[in-house]
């Protein structure tokens, strides 16, 4: 299977995470992470489809 794209800045998220729990993060998190913003961004863009537009809005998330 062909690697998938990351979609999230893993610095920013392991940042976050030490500076808001003090904890280390795994590279797997970043990955989990993309995963779930690909989920997302999916859904927004039926949601877009269905009301005929050809823009993702926030509405749409």
């Not at 729990?21 to 590279?27: F, Q, R, V, Y």
């Not at 961004?41 to 537009?53: G, L, T, V």
Request: a positive charge; one cysteine or more; glycine letters at 2%.
């Amino acid at each position: 299977m062909a690697e998938k794209e990351t979609l999230v800045i893993a610095s920013k998220v392991k940042n976050y995470i030490k500076a808001t729990g003090d904890m280390k993060c795994s590279a797997a998190v970043i990955e989990v992470l993309s995963d779930k913003i690909r989920e997302m961004c999916d859904e927004a863009i039926q949601s877009a489809q269905k009301a005929k537009r050809k823009t993702v809005q926030d509405k749409d998330f």
